[in-house]
């Protein structure tokens, strides 16, 4: 189900970017520890000025903005807290409940898809007397957390208390599609809680990171087994990230669906409809096979697996391997149990249905025409009904070709975003961004075949060729040629591509 | 990154919005200047309304009467069923032949016609003899010699005013003709109801609202149009020429419809375009991006060709000519004004550079002809049931029953639409949908799937109903297997054979569905 959810996830988060809430202090916080001082300690306020880079005009960064949060200290002289706090930073303060003077942080890593950060402070004696956190295990439902951090409503250090109302898998909304799994809690989680632990026992059992706006007493940390996977991920120096399993599955609820699979009563699983090309299940699974187990862990017919006392979809069984670890799958294929093995891997395409940080959008400017790759982040100038107000053939690129047109999964779409007018090319038909198919006759699948193809051109003309009925257009050569540094300096534009992001 | 499984995440996921609690100050503001897509000029505000001048004269009134219309929709939801019923009042015209004539989208799901004329108590019945939607007009005829005491036609205006005052007649509730001043703001060519066609039009500006039921549209005392809707600030009216066209041709029993190019096009207005192209200097046109299957150009152009006159009119880059009493018109009207299919019309295109004249036989493009019909009259939906599934074409009505569906449909299916609505192929005449699934227990574990298309059934490929209807006869051993267009969940399910026939009664009678295939309810 990538396709439709990763659409309407995305949607989800430009609303969410739209309707942030007013920073109000929240009522119900107590302010003081209940597990002494050497919890509070440990806490930091984390002060952010970020700078990111605008999508619509990809040659240019953001004014700059102000951001708070909530990290704390762990062991190593390192701070955790979320990746949306730390998003974009070009400036990062980190400050201790107990001093007055913030040092400056550094990014150290980041997981977009996990929401995690980890920060150093290269100023030794900020960390004088104070201990690290450690950290715990995945609560259980109905025990109690405590949460703590800096919330809106004050300069010091909050905590507050609650239960943990269920473990389940959720979406990240920072990043869009990923979903892992969330613990929620009805301890006050507000804005500024961002990156502040949770702990239970003395011991951290995760880290706050989002919410639901109207909804009280629902507040979502990430959960210790998400947090050890970014920390173990790290160790080597590399964040390699999670693991894709490439698997699309449908519950097996149906008693004749399982019968025409000619799975045994005492067997249960999830039915596999499609392998994603480059996951962890390509070339093992089989579209057809019936998904038994995944590293020994039995699916039941409606997908999910135990974690705890939860159940939870099986693709959290994914969330504890690491990229390159071997992945064991049991599926009932024709008549007999098979056992499978593959390697962990994730899936790169994806990054295109993320929202995107911390990273330059690419494009390619030629003559005022402004030529950019097809992503989630190209999509959102279409507002959160993206999906459906978007540039059809645009919308089939990005959600539905995948599966559609496996074969072309990887494909690289390029888009004529904008035109700058000039005489040069004023007179082209233009109403809206679209998908280039080719330009002079070079079949266009990356912004190095744009440059390619406007290079090469012999004739006298540039002819570009759009996908659908947006038909064709052509520009003059020499006079594109002659117009575009004009062009460029018109619109402060100071480099006409980025090719790397 | 992980999938998410099932459409009750997705549901989940909607319904609550989530917020990351990083504390942004100055709050987060996201969105960035739209690129906009280049804007169409729009018409300037109407002007003020002039004051009523048009005076009634008993000619006007023995030539406008009531028609009133009760009709009622196929609910495409649960397609065995009906909507409410409507009745609706509209206005006809009195044309020759004891005919009366209506501009108006009433006359698809009719059950009942009745009309008055002025100063009658009771409603005589009047039976409608000829209806296209692509007008959309309708002729009623009335039974009831009676009736025609006192009615005589009103001259239709041809040329019609491309400006000046009109008198827009209406019959109100209480039996009295009303009538409101509008001037006409410009000619042109426009589309009316559901219709695809361009048809030659008039809007008019006026104070009055609520219109848009056939209102007479007069001028000079000779009748200049049917208000059929609203265009922007103003209201469109079918015009007159189009209205003699219609009742001259079907007063001589031969009415053929109103035909049309059936083809996509762009704009040349780039010189730099139309120089890559080798048009000449001074030589205009525009460039077909999509040829469809069923109309005039269809076997005769092809995509890529400039069209750079027809009928020996030259068509600028934008797509318009030079109407001799009109002026700038939109060039599609070239295919429809004054033309009836059988005809043949001359268009002459570039290609390959080439310049050549190709005789196209003029053809109307019925909407079932499409592969998703743009409206369906004169039938309920074509759906079949089967253990609880319920299957049925993708129609525009279906799609309407999302609402503002352009903007609120299921994405899949607005593609569809968009790439595929009025290109069917003979494998593919329709796209076969499963809508909806009726609860039941030979459907267990398939409650929330709606709105997929179906590929394939027992492994046969599903082009039209008909298709899926056979394929169900023939399953696969105990199981019928459905397989849908890839991408959403689930892509395939399985029906017991048994329990399917096992669930008829129990469906039939848990939501009420008499006919479980819409094909045993028709004679």
Known sequence: MRRATSAFVTALVAAVALSAPDPVAHASEVSGAHEGNGISASVVHVQVYRSGFDWSMPWRQKAVQGALGSGFLIAGGRIVTNAHVVADARQILVRRPDQANPRIATVEAVAHDADLAVLRVEDPTFF?????????????????????????????????????????????????????????????????????????????????????????????????????????????????????????????????????????????????????????????????????????????????????????????????????????????????????????????????????????????????????????????????????????????????????????????????????????????????????????????????????????????????????????????????????????????????????? | MRSRTTAASRADLAALVAVLLTLAAPPVARAQEPLAPEAEPVAAPAAPPTPASTILNANLRSGVVRV???????????????????????????????????????????????????????????????????????????????????????????????????????????????????????????????????????????????????????????????????????????ASPVLEQFVAEAAGGDWRGFPRGGFAWQNLTNPAL?????????????????????????????????????????IDSTGHYDHPIYGRMLFALLFSDGRRPGGTLDVKILRDGERRTVATPLRRIQAEADKIPPYVYGRGPDYAVVGGLVFQELTVPYLTTFGDWQRRGPPRLLIAYEREAATPSPESPRIVLLSSVLPDAANLGYEGVRNLIVERVNGRRIGSMDDLREAFLSPEGRFHVVEFLPGLAPERLVLDVEQTRASEERVRAAYGVDQLDSESARP
């Not at chain 1, 004050?154 to 109302?165: E, L, R």
């Not at chain 1, 409809?273 to 070339?283: E, F, S, Y």
């Not at chain 2, 009303?178 to 104070?207: I, K």
């Open chain 1, 128 to 501: 004088e007397g104070l201990g690290p956190l450690t950290l715990g295990e995945l609560p259980r439902a109905g025990s109690q957390v405590l949460t703590y951090g800096f919330p809106l409503g004050g300069q010091d250090v909050s905590s507050t208390a609650g239960i943990v109302s269920r473990v389940e898998m959720r979406s990240y909304v920072h990043s869009g599609p990923d979903a892992h799994l969330v613990v929620q809690t009805d301890a006050a989680i507000n804005p500024g809680n961002s990156g502040g632990p949770v702990v239970q026992d003395g011991r951290v059992v995760g880290v706050a990171f989002q919410g639901f706006p109207g909804f009280d007493n629902m507040g979502f940390f990430i959960p210790i087994p998400v947090v050890r996977h970014f920390l173990q991920d790290l160790e080597d120096g590399t964040l390699d990230g999670f693991p894709d399993s490439g698997l699309e599955t449908s519950p097996l609820l149906s008693p004749a669906y399982r019968r025409e699979r000619g799975l045994p009563e005492s067997h249960s699983g999830v039915v596999v409809n499609r392998v994603v090309p480059g996951g962890t299940a390509d070339g093992v699974v089989e579209p057809g096979d019936v998904l038994l187990e995944v590293d020994g862990q039995k699916i039941a017919n409606d997908g999910t697996v135990g974690v705890g006392d939860a159940r939870v979809t099986f693709q959290t069984l994914f969330d504890a391997r690491q990229i390159g670890d071997a992945v064991r799958f049991g599926v009932w294929r024709g008549e007999r149990e098979v056992e499978l093995t593959a390697t962990a891997r994730r899936v790169a395409r994806y990054d295109g249905m993320r929202n995107r940080y911390d990273v330059a959008p690419r494009y390619v400017v030629h003559a005022g025409l402004v030529f950019m790759p097809l992503e989630a982040e190209l999509l959102k100038m279409f507002g959160r009904n993206w999906a459906q107000n978007a540039n059809r053939d645009l919308v089939w690129h990005q959600v539905f070709r995948e599966a559609e047109r496996p074969e072309e999964a990887d494909r690289e779409v390029i888009v004529l975003v904008r035109v700058l007018r000039h005489s040069v090319n004023s007179q082209m038909s233009f109403t809206g961004p679209v998908a280039v198919e080719a330009i002079n006759s070079l079949p266009i699948r990356s912004l190095e075949d744009v440059i390619e193809a406007f290079g090469s051109c012999e004739g006298r003309f540039d002819e570009i060729v759009f996908e659908g009925d947006a038909g064709i257009e052509a520009l003059d050569r020499e006079k594109a040629k002659a117009a575009h540094e004009e062009i460029l300096q018109q619109y402060a534009i100071t480099h006409d591509r980025r090719l790397q992001g």
């Open chain 2, 68 to 238: 009133q219309v009760t009709g009622q929709e196929w609910n495409w939801q649960t397609p065995w069923a009906k909507q409410p019923p409507w009745t609706r009042p509209i206005t006809g015209l009195v044309v020759p032949g004891q005919r009366i004539l209506c501009a108006s989208v009433a006359f698809g799901n009719h059950l009942l016609v009745e009309v008055q004329k002025l100063g009658d108590e009771a409603r005589t019945p009047g039976r409608v003899v000829l209806a296209d939607p692509e007008g959309p007009l309708a002729l009623i005829a009335v039974d009831d010699p009676d009736f025609w005491d006192d009615l005589e036609p009103l001259p239709l205006a041809d040329p019609v005013p491309r400006a000046g005052e009109v008198a827009i007649l209406r019959w109100r509730p209480s039996g009295l003709l009303d009538s409101y001043p509008g001037s006409v703001r410009q000619v042109r060519a426009g589309r009316h109801g559901l219709s695809r066609t361009h048809l030659l039009t008039l809007d008019v500006a006026t104070g009055a609202d609520g219109l848009g039921a056939s209102e007479v549209v007069v001028a000079d005392e000779k009748v200049v149009g049917l208000l059929t809707g609203r265009a922007r600030d103003t209201w469109a009216a079918i």
């Open chain 2, 274 to 314: 139309r120089e890559s192209l080798g048009l000449a200097g001074d030589e205009t046109g525009v460039r077909l991006t999509r040829v469809l299957p069923h109309g005039t150009v269809a076997g005769a152009l092809q995509t890529g060709d400039v069209i750079l006159e027809v009928e020996d009119v030259p």
